[in-house]
């Protein structure tokens, strides 16, 4: 019988938990997380505090007595654990509550550790309410400060997902919202084009964006910027990244790769063949150029899991690599992207061009239609689809759904005019913007 112990007990490890008892019915299964909270949707988090979900506790899928009863795994919640002796294949635990250490072995270790929030030492920062959102308990904070506090005003440093998330929702119940971005563009991983479609929506909605700037000092609720200005806010939202949890796996003599994630191969091993790592720690490939690749977020985790659920259950199915295929939502936007960005394809040996198509997310006689944004990179050479980028009010989702789809199939610039998609008014045209894509290609 296959003894696994897992480390992390949210996305990646409670599904891998989930999906090896599902193979296998004997193997004993132990995970343990220094939280308190488990299996929670975090990408749901944004929208409790938004007043959009009404009751926290719906992000949580389940909790430790769930999968004892129901899948006989243990779980074991404020439980930290702070050594990996390879040699022996055991791992060292510390009960929070206890602060007792004990020793549990493996025959497979999972490490799915998650990250830990970024937040750059700023003088003055103990003196302000400040807050990151990384895990349940964060949610929690955040929640109970706005319920008890009514805060009026909140600056976000970072305009990535989070931030733009939560300029939305904070936006929503009433607080006045400023975004601090060291970049020179909010969310830096689009095209700059579709980066303005989003700050001009942010703007819209009377976010106040600081682009180029960061915080150089805190004075309680006044903010000093690096442009000399100063922002005044009840509370301050550090949204800049995370930073992978590898110490675990640094000290075990784990190797770590340049996305500063812990190296993976094909089937998520280290290379210590009997560890396993997954989701947001782990650093796998770009699916396109095979450069390095760590993409933090849900579905990549939950795919990790099946994989190695599979490989340690007899099955080798190999991880292909990462699209980085990803959406969001701004106020009236959807904002989706999959594949290469230009930054990306002019900093690589790709011969590229582009198409960026404006359409109307469905016919334009039916009352309710909206614009849409589509751009999209291909090599000039092959025409095989590199990236894609969609901005608009509707149907933006299925339109990069198609695209990612397409990239996976290896599919060219020409593919896309043949792809038969569904139509009737209230859902696209007869030629979509996707096919339209493919017959103005050159």
């Known amino acids: 019988m296959k003894k696994i112990v897992i ?25 343990f997380d220094q939280d308190d909270t488990m299996s929670y949707g975090a990408c749901g988090m944004p929208y409790v505090i938004g007043g959009k979900i009404s009751d926290p506790e719906h992000l949580i899928a389940a909790t430790p007595d769930e999968f004892k009863t129901e899948r006989n795994i243990d779980v074991f919640l404020k439980h930290r654990v702070t050594k990996i002796n390879r040699q022996l294949k055991s791992v060292e635990v510390l009960n929070l ?46 929640n109970h400060f706005l319920t008890t506090e009514k ?12 931030g733009v998330e939560m300029a939305e929702n904070l936006v929503e119940i009433g607080l006045n919202v400023s975004i601090v971005e060291k970049s020179p563009q909010v969310m830096n991983i689009l095209d700059v084009d579709c980066s303005a479609l989003v700050e001009k929506e942010l703007s819209d909605h009377g976010v106040r964006i600081f682009k180029d700037n960061f915080i150089t000092n805190v004075n309680d609720s006044k903010i000093s910027l690096d442009s000399g200005e100063t922002l005044e806010a009840d509370f301050i939202l550090m949204s800049i990244g995370v930073s992978p949890s590898t110490k675990l796996a640094k000290d075990a003599g784990l190797t770590i790769g340049d996305t500063g994630g812990i190296i993976t191969n094909e089937f998520l091993q280290t290379n ?95 009352p309710d239609h ?14 095989k689809v590199l990236g894609a980028q969609a901005v608009g009010g509707k149907g933006i989702d299925k339109r990069i759904d198609v695209i990612s789809t397409a990239i996976y199939a290896g599919l060219t610039i020409e593919d896309l005019q043949a792809l038969e998609l569904a139509y009737a008014p209230p859902y696209s045209s007869p030629k979509d913007p996707v096919n339209m894509v493919g017959y103005r290609a050159k």
Not at 7 to 31: E, H, L, M, N, P
Not at 97 to 102: A, V
Not at 323 to 343: H, W
């Open 7 to 31: 480390v992390g007990a949210v996305a990646g490890g409670a599904t891998v938990a989930s999906q090896i008892r599902y193979y296998d019915k004997d193997a004993q299964i132990v995970v």
């Open 97 to 142: 509550e206890t602060q007792q250490s004990f020793n549990e072995s493996y025959d497979f270790l999972i490490l799915s550790p998650g990250g830990t929030p970024i937040v750059p030492e700023t003088p003055g920062i103990e003196s302000a309410t400040m807050f990151t959102l990384r895990n349940f308990n964060d949610m929690k904070k955040i």
């Open 151 to 162: 805060p009026k005003s909140c600056v976000i440093v970072g305009a990535g997902f989070i």
């Open 272 to 366: 210590d063949s009997s560890i396993y790592t997954i989701g947001d720690a782990a650093e796998n490939k770009d699916f396109i150029t095979g450069d390095a690749k760590r993409v933090p977020l849900a579905w990549p985790a939950h795919r990790q899991a099946f994989i190695v659920a599979k490989h340690i259950t007899g099955e080798q199915i190999p991880f292909k690599g990462l699209l980085g295929t990803a959406i969001c939502k701004v106020f009236s936007l959807d904002v989706a992207l999959t594949g290469l960005n230009e930054k990306t394809l002019k900093d690589s040996p790709f011969e590229f061009k582009t198409i960026t198509q404006k359409s109307k997310s469905n016919a334009g006689y039916y």
């Open 370 to 383: 909206a614009k849409v944004y589509l751009k999209v990179h291909y090599d000039s050479v092959s025409r």
